[in-house]
C-alpha cells in the first residue's frame, strides 16, 4: 500500500516562495508519475497544477509556468514543488499525487497567499 505525506504549506505573502515536499512508502516511486493538484476555497475540484515522469519530464498548468517548478529526489522517494512569485489565487489545499496503475493521494497541504 503506497501512502503519501505532503509538507511544506503555510501563510506566506504575495510574491513570497514556498517548497512543498511529498514523500511516498513503498517501492514504486521511481517507476511512478508525480503530480500535484490544488483546491482552492469553495472550489467543488481539484486542479491540475504539475506532474514529473519517471523519465524527469515535466508538464505545467498555464496559470502556474514560470513560477512552480517540480522535481523529482527517487533515492529519497520524495516529490518536490518550488512555488515562487506567489499570489492570492495560489490560495489552496496542495495534493500530491503518485501515478502508478492507480492513483495514490496524500492528505494535502494547505497553502495560503495573503495580499
Known amino acids: 500500500q503506497v501512502q503519501l505525506v505532503e509538507s511544506g504549506g503555510g501563510l506566506v505573502q504575495t510574491g513570497g516562495s514556498l517548497r512543498l515536499s511529498c514523500v511516498a512508502s513503498?517501492?514504486?516511486?521511481?517507476?511512478?508519475?508525480m503530480a500535484w493538484f490544488r483546491q482552492g476555497p469553495g472550489k467543488q475540484q481539484r486542479e491540475f497544477v504539475a506532474q514529473i515522469a519517471r523519465s524527469g519530464t515535466t508538464i505545467y498548468a498555464d496559470s502556474v509556468k514560470g513560477r512552480f517548478t517540480m522535481a523529482r529526489d527517487n533515492a529519497k522517494n520524495t516529490a518536490y514543488l518550488e512555488m515562487n512569485s506567489l499570489k492570492p489565487e495560489d490560495t489552496a489545499l496542495y495534493y500530491c499525487?503518485?501515478?502508478?496503475?492507480?492513483?495514490?493521494w496524500g492528505q494535502g497541504t494547505q497553502v495560503t497567499v495573503s495580499s
Open positions: 499525487q503518485l501515478l502508478y496503475g492507480r492513483a495514490y
Open positions: 513503498g517501492s514504486i516511486f521511481s517507476a511512478s508519475t
